[in-house]
């Protein structure tokens, strides 16, 4: 998140002060990423040291004033213009998580997948009706249109983001039935003898009596796995 870039854009429409500068980018993204005074004031400083800004004097109540410089501006224009790097994606905790859960001792994957779905559909749902509320202001006139459609946008684009991890999480889930039910094939029947290990490290015994049903890959599906759970329909745009 640039916050360098969301001052500056701030102060293109005019001198502002730290706290108000914290109010007003609170404000447009729905606080979704807060910011404490420190930080803001930090930032400043360092603009102001690279002829971002310039300080424009007081307020009536004597708060000191920044305002943006030629220079801000060529620098604002660039990053609007500029697209946002994919190519180095930020470290994502839940991608990590994953990752490390296959095969750990002592951790089930698809409890931590499962676990996750919870939570990413009730953050779905209250980004959903959140955006709800925002509409209603816009269509009723009691909103300040400028902020509430940046807010707008900021919700859209989070309910969208947890969208897409819950069909994610979908998907992995079935994935590793896949990859469950490929493993006791190609391990033979030694392996259904006398158990095996799968590749998300659950050593698996079939029960007395039991038989893999007959079929493709996507139908031996081993009983101790549960079928992936359906993700809640796309909330409307």
């Known amino acids: 998140m640039s916050i360098r870039h969301g001052l500056l854009a ?9 706290s108000q500068l914290r109010t007003e980018f609170e404000s447009r993204t729905g606080s979704t990423w807060p910011l404490n005074v420190g930080q803001v004031y930090t930032t400043l400083s360092r603009l102001e040291r690279d002829g971002l800004i310039e300080q424009g004097g007081e307020d009536e109540a004597g ?13 604002l224009r660039a990053w609007f213009e500029k697209p946002v790097d994919r190519t180095s994606p ?4 839940l991608a990590i998580k994953l990752a490390m859960a296959v095969g750990a001792p002592g951790v089930d994957i698809r ?4 676990s996750q779905r919870r939570h990413t559909i009730k953050a779905m749902q209250d980004y959903t009706r959140l955006k709800a509320q925002a509409i209603t202001a816009l269509e009723s006139g009691t909103a300040r249109e400028r902020d509430d459609v940046a807010w707008l946008l900021v919700l859209e684009q989070l309910i969208f983001q947890t969208e897409a991890e819950a069909r994610w999480l979908d998907h992995c889930e079935a994935r590793l039935i896949r990859l469950s039910a ?9 392996a259904h003898a006398g158990g095996t290990t799968t590749p998300t490290g659950h050593t698996t ?4 009596g039991t038989t893999t049903p007959a079929g493709g890959a996507d139908r031996a599906v081993p009983p101790h796995v549960p079928q992936p759970s359906r993700v809640a329909p796309r909330p409307g745009a």
């Open 63 to 75: 708060h000191a004033l920044y305002a943006i410089t030629d220079t801000g501006r060529e620098e």
């Open 10 to 18: 701030l102060l293109e429409h005019g001198p502002r002060y730290g």
């Open 205 to 208: 015994t079939p029960a007395a």
């Open 111 to 114: 409890d931590v997948i499962q």
């Open 90 to 93: 930020a470290r994502d905790e």
């Open 182 to 190: 490929t493993h006791h094939r190609s391990a033979g029947p030694a």
